[in-house]
């Protein structure tokens, strides 16, 4: 079974989930639930239609502050792991190590 994974089942499990699932009944729906829920849905869309740019520059904040983060952690721990001449000689730059440390990061 190369590149599958096998899934190790418990049977006493199983009965269990089985057993609290009969005893667990969702009541369905009313109609003025979903309503609401398709009114948001729809007044998000339209706010999202309406404001690309802002839902474009969150997102572009977001990255920043996950890109800036990643560089941080890296650059902080950038020592663990690595032979110490690496880091303490002055004819070796660190600034290579950091971007490919970041690069697999993130």
């Known amino acids: ?3 599958e994974a096998r899934m ?3 049977p006493e499990e199983l009965r269990w989930a089985q057993l609290n699932e009969r005893h ?3 009541e369905p729906l009313t109609r003025d639930q979903i309503h ?7 007044k998000l869309h ?3 239609k309406s404001h690309h740019l802002t839902h474009s520059l969150i997102n572009l904040l977001v990255l920043i502050f996950c890109s800036a983060a990643t ?4 650059s902080r721990f950038l020592g663990y792991g690595w032979p110490q001449e690496a880091i ?3 004819d070796q730059s660190w600034l290579p190590g950091l971007s ?4 697999i990061a993130g």
Request: net charge positive; with cysteine; charged share 20%.
């Open 1 to 3: 079974m190369r590149g």
């Open 8 to 10: 190790l089942v418990h």
């Open 24 to 26: 667990l009944q969702f």
């Open 36 to 42: 609401s829920i398709m009114e948001r849905g729809r």
């Open 46 to 48: 339209r706010w999202y």
């Open 71 to 74: 560089t941080w952690c890296c």
């Open 88 to 90: 303490t000689r002055p």
């Open 100 to 103: 490919a440390a970041c690069s």
